[in-house]
């Protein structure tokens, strides 16, 4: 009954994150004007903005100009609809269920813009700080676990940048990137730090090889790391923690 429930409200919030990722980067406001059409500028009536069913409905169209609406609106809904589903039947009715939730719908926010624009936005990833600090409190993790995970999270991928550039004479990990696992460790604490790291290179090496293979990308292109980060961050609650126990015994 309550699974139902959590997937129906992760849908509708999908549909509140596709506003955000719309609109955060080019700094509108996130709840004023409702949604229009960004070809004919026509209003959404509710009817039409109901997440997944209206897309179906009206075939991915835009009903004034029929104008094609990106299938990925549909399928953010449906991933934050699922990840909310997920967090609730690990965590059932708990303070945890709303802090992963609210760690998740960030990360899923910050990630489909990092693809966008190759940028995650400090409202974000320092949000993501500031939010986690305050939920440890009411978290295992604890304040304490809190703070060491976010400073860890920012040394050490820091560490990896200026190491990155004295070595290749280049940018190689952005700011952005620095920062979002500085929140991630605010959430997660320093094991969590370790997991996402292991975690999000083999997701990046294992995708990236996919993406060069296929002819996507060249090994020169630029490759958002942010949603590997994410991904990653997502998946601790679920398997991190026991992946971390089996290499390193902690
Ligand atoms: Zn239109």
Redesign the pocket.
Known sequence: MYTAFFFVFGLVVGSFLNVCIYRIPIEKSIVYPPSS?P??N?QIKWYDNIPVLSYIILGGK?R??R?KISPIYPLIEILTGFITVLIYLKFKLSIQTAAFLIFSYALIVGSFIDLKHYIIPDRISLGLIAVGVAFSYFLPIGLKGSLIGAASGFVILYGVALLGELLFKKEAMGGGDIKLLSGIGAFLGIKGVLFVLLFSSFLGSLIGIALITAGKKELTSKIPFGPYLSLAAVCYPFFGEWIIKFIYGI
């Open positions: 059409c070809k004919c026509t835009c004034q100009c104008s």
